[in-house]
């Protein structure tokens, strides 16, 4: 307990301190997962209730995010393509900058499959399984999703508190840091936490109301 102790006072010292370099160094004590238990649980229900309490950002949060991502690097591989053979002219951040926006549509548009269930899931399967075992399987998924984003959500912290602490600049640019697009990830993964507990809870109520607890998947959304 005194060890745990120790490692959380020392992260919410480093937070505290405005310090990158001291709070990645804290995240290196196993404190981290369970105060990352705690993020993933408690954060993700309160995105939860911000996400029901604003129906604009619950229906078009993701998609916005999506698209625009996309839009942005269709657009500047599209005009770069065209500078560099035609103009023989290219801006240098034209190749470094599209990774960084695949990066964010990819999580958010995990959290967004997640919302539609449209992730593997075996629904085939699982519709045939009696009430409890179809509960049991959606249980085990939210068990899973929500341990894989505990331990994205520590890792990339950290990855983006030493990008920071190192003061990394998106190549090709003056100003812009790497950790910016890194924090993106596990804010992802919280928004994708939250869209797990939000399955959990409609599962659980379906279960109760006696109706069937696994749903078909839903490949594309209204």
């Known amino acids: 307990m005194s060890s745990f102790s120790e490692g959380a006072g020392a992260i919410f010292d480093a937070i505290l301190a405005g310090d990158s370099w001291m709070f990645a160094e804290s995240l290196n004590h196993s404190a981290a997962y369970i105060l990352g238990a705690i993020v993933v649980l408690v954060g993700g229900y309160i995105v939860l209730k911000i996400l029901q309490a604003v129906p604009l950002l619950d229906n078009h949060l993701e998609r916005t995010v999506l698209i625009t991502s996309y839009l942005v690097i269709a657009m500047v591989i599209f005009v770069e393509v065209i500078r560099r053979f035609v103009f023989q002219s290219q ?6 900058l599209p990774p960084f926006l695949f990066l964010i549509m990819t999580w958010v548009g995990c959290a967004y499959n997640t919302r ?3 992730h593997l899931s075996f629904s085939e ?3 045939s399984m009696p009430p409890a075992g179809q509960l049991f399987c959606v249980c085990l998924d939210a068990v899973l999703w929500l341990t894989f984003a505990l331990i994205v959500i520590v890792t990339t912290t950290k990855q983006t508190a030493n990008s920071a602490a190192n003061f990394q600049i998106l190549l090709g640019t003056d100003n812009i840091l790497q950790w910016w697009f890194y924090a ?3 804010a992802s993964w919280l928004i994708l936490s939250a869209r797990v507990i ?3 809870i409609e ?8 109706q069937p607890v696994v749903q078909q998947s839903a490949m594309i959304s209204d």
């Open 125 to 127: 399967f699982r519709a």
């Open 203 to 210: 599962d659980i109520a379906r279960f109760r109301a006696g």
């Open 198 to 200: 939000e399955n959990l």
């Open 116 to 118: 539609l269930r449209s």
């Open 91 to 96: 801006v240098p951040w034209s190749t470094t």
């Open 184 to 186: 993106c990830v596990p």
